[in-house]
């Protein structure tokens, strides 16, 4: 992953637990990136262990579309423009969708929990 992260400008704050902070979060929820960041397991996998690529590739698939989704939420409420109400009608579509991802993804297969805020 850090190869991915370097190539793309993208550094982890030390002074933050290794955290993405302001602009690399920006760089990092860019599509290619996004991709290129879920594909790297894929990479890994495919060298050490050809059995397990369709099951690392699916989920590799799911966090592309979670990531996706998040972005687009993320780039309509940290606009520095209002929003109007055909952005905030997309936002409300955008984040039940990320929610739904996120609940199917974490909970249903119990890798964590969604406080009740969510």
Request: a neutral charge.
């Amino acid at each position: 992953l850090e190869p991915v992260l370097q190539a793309n400008n993208i550094q982890r704050q030390v002074y933050h637990g290794g955290a993405f902070i302001g602009n690399h979060i920006h760089q990092a929820l860019k599509p290619t990136v996004v991709t290129a960041i879920t594909q790297a397991p894929v990479a890994v996998i495919s060298d050490r262990c050809p059995a397990l690529v369709e099951d690392v590739n699916a989920i590799s698939q799911r966090y592309s579309q979670l990531l996706n989704k998040y972005a687009e939420c993320r780039a309509i409420f940290s606009s520095c423009s209002p929003i109007d109400s055909n952005e905030l009608a997309t936002l409300d579509v955008n984040i039940k969708t990320f929610l739904q991802l996120c609940r199917a993804e974490i909970v249903e297969r119990r890798l964590g929990h969604i406080t009740p805020k969510l």
